[in-house]
């Protein structure tokens, strides 16, 4: 098994900048790619990011150009680093593995296999 562990979350106001962070531990060889979704209240879930295990990087239009994504391959840390934040990024933020082999991460949360249990990010106008 696998289990993710999301840090990082807070409050903030709308211009400024947060990292999240995700560990992976247990069976860690089946973290091949990490991803974060996030979940606003009485919204469906929405992909954020994805990154591949060469690196490979999928953004959705509402991040891309404010958030980026990246990987320690070492330590089987995900990261999300946010900038620009704005209120509607205010959400719930969960970590996701998928442990099949990817060129180009998905987006789609039913391909993913393990799920962290979320963290907090509020941002205010």
């Known amino acids: 098994q696998v289990q993710l562990g999301e840090s990082g979350g807070g409050l903030v106001q709308a211009g400024d900048s947060l990292r999240l962070s995700c560990a992976a531990s247990?069976?860690?060889?089946?973290?091949?790619?990490m991803g974060w979704f996030r979940q606003a209240p009485g919204k469906e879930r929405q992909f954020v990011a994805a990154?591949?295990?060469?690196?490979?990087?999928a953004y959705s239009d509402s991040v891309k150009g404010r958030f980026s994504i990246s990987r320690d391959g070492a330590t089987n840390t995900v990261y999300l680093q946010m900038n620009s934040l704005k209120p509607e990024d205010t959400a719930v933020y969960y970590c996701?593995?998928?442990?099949?082999?990817?060129?180009?991460?998905?987006?789609?949360?039913?391909?993913?296999?393990?799920w962290g249990q979320g963290t907090q990010v509020t941002v205010s106008s």
């Open positions: 996701a593995a998928d442990d099949a082999f990817a060129l180009v991460p998905p987006t789609s949360g039913d391909r993913y296999d393990y």
């Open positions: 247990g069976r860690t060889f089946r973290t091949r790619t």
């Open positions: 990154i591949t295990l060469s690196g490979g990087t």
